[in-house]
């Protein structure tokens, strides 16, 4: 390769990353101003920065019970999507008469999206009698195909002779799965985990539709809730706005390399 | 997915073993059954219910009543339909301008420069964030008092008067393309770069023995083996934009009138605005067929090559 040369390349991506980054930085500052927000010109950099607006979110709503139920109903479907998922994944390493159509249904699932199906959703858990509920909101996502399939990737990797070792030594499916496979499927799991959180954490239109008491409310209902009860009138809403996205980007700066491969992986292998 | 039928192997032990075997049989639908018992109640019987609920006249407290076409007859003369359909379509036109800037960047970010890394995790970051907060940020950018797009367009003295973004009929469908493009710009991003690593390196030295320059090694090689990739690209930013409820909801609600209203936020609205979920369903099934349409026509454009997506 010849040499070229580098500051065009920089100055290209120093922009974007600008462009990237200022959104967040426009509502950070916004959310620690001491003055009127509306103040124009607004200023660039916050003037007398206090943390007032968040002493505000803290008394206005009752953030506590938004995160505690985010984390409830996240933590609900990251386990039933590890268990459940592994469990699909591994069957479908096996050899069974009816695969070709379990494999072919799980594909044709694949191409519903969860937005076309929100009303018959609705009258099922309403029949369920789950509305309003940690596990009806939690349900809908308690197995996705596209982590079944990364499972059964994972899985087949593992060479069979171990599998066949550990059968002599007389271990139940059941103990096979769970001491020799899942911890040579860490990888996979790590996917699972990251993709479950992402999906139940940022889910916004299946709580909005079924929680109906304010204390059911999930963090980006409580959000929008909050901006439809204030309008966005008050520095409240952004500092609400930041307090919502922390953990967010800090357990991604944290986990990554993770988060990255769990989210190409988790695209195609769909 | 490639080669399903290939996978299926036939149970080749001996028979005395059969009993054995069946209880094989059992235990694996056993394990299957939780995640089937979802796609089933979540998938499967709600696709059906949408179609059984077209053809219905629905309410909560009556039975319901088979009418036929009735709903997509209505459906015909519903200017919001087609306004709602015409939008969607709009969204989905939009995609390939991400796709395209996304790979400018994805090209930038494989070369050797000191602090790709970084470059690619500042520009991923937005991707896993909540959309609602998200959608918040992008109000505020475009603000008509003090969002920085005016604040800056008014400084350079590009613009008289403060756009009202979010409040023009011109202006609010864009305006939340662009914030959906910045959402998904690092996503696109990795799935390009993937594509771009596996092509083999030593492509591009024959390349330039033979005398092709950086422009032509780009179109002949680069672009015809990255085309998997880019198929992706579109259809899950397809996908993700003409189901990208949140932004459209917390944005603009659909408004002004019906500038931003989507398919989804449509069905959204008839169903548990209005409760009419027969009608809803009727709009639901045909959504659900554009989806199909659009991403079979994107599956034959890229040459009908839909398996090569999937890559280790």
Not at chain 1, 203 to 217: A, G, H, K
Not at chain 2, 106 to 123: E, P, Q
């Amino acid at each position: 390769m010849r040499r070229y040369p580098r500051w065009p390349i920089h100055l290209a991506l120093i922009l974007t990353s600008f462009v990237m980054l200022v959104p967040f930085y426009w509502v950070f500052k916004t959310s620690i101003s001491g003055e009127n927000i509306f103040n124009y010109p607004p200023s660039i950099i916050p003037r007398n920065p206090n943390l007032f607006y968040y002493v505000d979110v803290w008394y206005a709503i009752p953030f506590a019970r938004y995160f505690l139920n985010s984390v409830i109903v996240t933590v609900l479907t990251i386990a039933a999507n590890i268990v459940l998922n592994a469990m699909a994944g591994y069957a479908l390493t096996r050899g069974f008469r009816g695969k070709t159509f379990i494999l072919m249904l799980f594909l044709s699932c694949m191409m519903v999206p969860f937005q076309a199906t929100i009303i018959p959703a609705y009258l099922i858990t309403a029949k369920l009698g789950l509305l309003d509920s940690y596990l009806g909101l939690a349900l809908p996502q308690f197995s996705t195909i596209i982590c079944i399939f990364v499972f059964k990737a994972s899985f087949d990797a593992i060479p069979a002779s171990l599998i066949d070792a550990a059968k002599v030594d007389g271990l139940s499916e059941w103990r096979i799965i769970w001491t020799i496979m899942m911890p040579l499927a860490k990888s996979a799991m790590a996917t699972n985990v990251i993709l479950s959180f992402i999906w139940s954490w940022n889910n916004f239109l299946w709580p909005l539709i079924m929680t109906r008491s304010p204390e059911m409310q999930t963090l980006p209902l409580g959000l929008s809730r909050f901006l439809s009860y204030q309008e966005d009138t008050t520095g409240a809403l952004y500092a609400f706005c930041i307090m919502v996205l922390a953990p967010g980007i800090l357990l991604f700066l944290l986990a990554q390399k993770e988060f990255i491969q769990g989210l190409t992986s988790g695209a195609t292998k769909g | 997915m490639v080669s399903l039928a290939s996978e299926v192997e036939p149970d080749r032990r001996a028979p005395f073993v059969a009993r054995k075997s069946t209880r094989q049989a059992v235990l694996i639908w056993c394990f299957l059954a939780p995640s089937l018992l979802i796609f089933l109640l979540y998938r499967i019987l709600p696709l059906v219910w949408n179609v059984v609920l077209s053809f219905e006249a629905w309410s909560p407290l009556k039975p319901a009543i088979f009418i036929g076409l009735e709903n997509y007859e209505e459906m015909l003369d519903d200017d919001v339909f087609w306004q709602a359909l015409w939008n969607t379509l709009y969204v989905v036109a939009s995609a390939p301008v991400g796709i395209a800037i996304a790979l400018g960047l994805a090209l930038l970010v494989d070369t050797d420069i000191r602090g790709r890394n970084i470059y690619r995790t500042l520009i991923f970051l937005s991707y896993p964030l909540m959309t609602v907060a998200v959608a918040i940020i992008w109000r505020w950018m475009f603000d008509e008092r003090v969002g920085l797009f005016n604040y800056v367009a008014r400084s350079l003295h590009l613009v008289d008067a403060p756009i009202p973004f979010l409040n023009s009929f011109t202006w609010a469908l864009p305006s939340v393309i662009a914030a959906n493009i910045w959402q998904m710009l690092g996503f696109y991003m990795i799935i390009l770069l993937t594509g771009l690593q596996n092509i083999p390196g030593n492509l591009y030295e024959a390349a330039e023995i033979d005398g092709a320059n950086a422009f032509r090694r780009f179109l002949r090689i680069t672009l015809p083996l990255l085309r998997p990739s880019i198929f992706l690209c579109f259809v899950i930013g397809m996908l993700n934009s003409v189901t990208s409820f949140d932004l459209v909801y917390v944005m603009t609600g659909g408004g002004p009138g019906r500038a931003t209203e989507i398919l989804v936020t449509y069905i959204y609205k008839l169903g548990f605005v209005q409760t009419r979920f027969d009608y809803a369903g009727a709009v639901t099934v045909v959504f659900f067929v554009l989806l199909l349409v659009i991403a079979w026509a994107a599956n034959r454009l890229s040459g009908g090559n839909a398996g090569a997506v999937e890559r280790d």
